[in-house]
């Protein structure tokens, strides 16, 4: 993402501003931020989590603010600004940039460990196994321990159904 | 349609209903919040659509062997004064009692399951138990979800679980509460602390209406607050380990007050007996922190063969819904007041003054 002012350095600097319904979004380079007398981006991040729902997604200051709406039931930020209520299962995915930091704050976790529906269990503990395997195999190819690492891809294949499982010796 | 009333158990018979601990923890409760997948959430769905899940979802519940004896209905059936009949009894949440068309209720005969349905979620179902049972509330509210999810298909994301229409119920859903009777905390002045460290773990301490209400007869609601990141189990067994320290504290409490002011217990239990056996107008309000203390009486043995039961069906049958439903006639809540007081001074006829020892 580029700086919004000077269109040339990357922006690490992002302010969410609401302005009476209206919200607004900078994004700034750390030069331009400064020069703004935007010194402490900390003290912003307070405002970004509790308005800034996917507040990036909005974006392009000079067209206003767009308002992000989710696309399987119409419900929008101000929409849940207003009663703390999201309008449907889909509105978690339409706003889960802005929703991450308010269940980090909500919430003993921010991942889901307990019961799951019967049907999706499987896929789950599947989902869970690959990505242990995966960040095994990563960790496996910086040790240059291609060996590991094979037989971590080999396992990789089989979970995902990329390989027929191996017979039993 | 089923009469509500005749379907109710009596309030002579809830009030016999015993579990563990019941001396202290009046009731346990496990609700678990869930939503289907392609429907928007109540308070955002039109009317037609909510009236679409209803009809998918009454039926669903039903259909359960558990809930086989049922009453089942949609709210926009019931009379205002049935609504606020649930609400005194625990069965379904002020919330639920203001809905109308598009939302239901299922309650089985034992009144140890009652799922409402369109409140905040599509689903809200409750697993009610007398006494301290949250384990054995959880266990079988857990067994009514894994049948229901075969019929239906829930809201549910790998990363974060069940999803609710509030963010504060995502993940498990789930709320685990029990109500604690603690007139000796109140009594002793400990409570506030209590609360305050109940508190720092993360859980929630309410009125005996949830949310937003007042501990009205020095009852309280002791619930769990988050509901991401962590098992249910692990949130059930935090419960009971904080309820046992609390139930602990409330024993210590009331031994101790007897110990060393034994005349603060007497004044008080006395006073209470007194106005109650012989008022002539009293409030819903005043009753019910009365009626606190003349069981609290009953459980230091002041009165000696009266059994627990008589309160606990006052508590009930002297709310105002509850008083309203046996005169035909609309009171207003000035007759209400006098007619609830001619039914104490009635009931306690037959109790003596409580003994001093």
Not at chain 1, 46 to 56: F, I, K, N, R, Y
Not at chain 1, 102 to 126: C, D, F, I, V
Not at chain 2, 137 to 142: E, G, K, L
């Amino acid at each position: 993402m580029q700086c919004c002012v000077c269109k040339e350095k990357p922006a690490t600097v992002h302010l969410t501003q609401i302005v009476g319904e209206k919200m607004q979004k900078l994004d700034l380079c750390e030069d331009c931020a400064k020069a703004k007398g935007i010194n402490d981006p900390t003290s912003f991040a307070m405002a970004d989590l509790m308005l800034g729902l996917g507040a990036s997604q909005v974006l392009d200051p000079s067209v206003g603010a767009a308002e992000i709406k989710c696309p399987r039931c119409g419900f929008s930020q101000a929409d849940f600004k207003k009663s703390g209520r999201l309008g449907c299962p889909e509105c978690y995915q339409t706003f889960a940039e802005g929703l991450a930091g308010l269940l980090k704050t909500m919430h003993k976790g921010t991942r889901h460990t307990g019961k799951a529906p019967e049907a999706l269990r499987k896929s789950r503990e599947t989902g869970d196994r690959l990505k242990l395997l995966q960040k095994k195999l990563a960790k496996a190819i910086d040790a240059e321990d291609y060996e590991q690492a094979a037989q971590l891809r080999d396992e990789i294949k089989v979970l995902t159904g990329a390989a027929p499982a191996k017979t039993a010796k | 349609m089923k009469d509500l009333h005749q379907f109710l158990i009596s309030p002579l018979d809830a009030a016999q209903l015993h579990g563990p601990n019941d001396r202290i923890v009046m009731s346990s409760r496990v609700r678990l919040a869930r939503n289907l997948r392609d429907a928007s959430f109540p308070g955002w769905a039109k009317k037609p659509e909510r009236v679409k899940i209803l009809e998918t979802i009454l039926p669903a519940i039903s259909a359960l062997p558990e809930m086989a004896d049922s009453f089942a209905e949609a709210m926009d059936n019931l009379t205002a004064l049935d609504k606020q009949i649930l609400v005194e009894r625990h069965l379904i949440s002020r919330e639920h009692a203001a809905k109308n068309v598009g939302s239901g209720i299922v309650l089985n005969r034992e009144e140890s399951f009652c799922v409402m349905i369109n409140e905040e979620d599509h689903l809200r179902m409750q697993a009610l138990r007398p006494g301290f049972q949250i384990r054995e509330a959880w266990n079988a509210i857990d067994r009514l979800d894994s049948a229901l999810e075969k019929k239906l298909i829930y809201a549910f994301d790998n990363e974060l679980g069940y999803l609710t229409a509030c963010p504060t119920n995502l993940g498990t859903g789930i709320r685990v509460s029990a109500m604690l009777h603690l007139p000796g905390l109140v009594l002793a002045e400990q409570i506030n602390p209590i609360i305050q460290s109940v508190n720092k773990l993360g859980l929630a301490v309410r009125g005996l209406y949830g949310e937003g209400t007042e501990a009205l007869g020095n009852v309280f609601q002791v619930s769990n607050q988050m509901t991401l990141g962590e098992t249910e189990t692990a949130i059930v067994e935090r419960l009971e380990k904080v309820l046992s320290q609390i139930i602990k504290h409330e024993e210590n409490a009331r031994q101790s007050l007897l110990e060393k002011k034994p005349k603060v217990v007497f004044n008080h239990i006395g006073r209470a007996y007194g106005i109650l056996a012989n008022a002539h107008s009293i409030s819903s309000k005043e009753t019910m922190n009365l009626l606190s203390l003349l069981r609290l009486g009953i459980d230091l043995d002041l009165f000696p063969g009266t059994p627990r039961a008589l309160v606990d069906e006052l508590f009930l049958v002297t709310q105002p819904a509850h008083l309203q439903k046996q005169i035909s006639d609309k009171l207003s809540a000035e007759e209400r007041d006098l007619l609830r007081a001619d039914m104490v001074r009635e009931r306690l006829k037959n109790v003596s003054r409580p003994v001093t020892k």
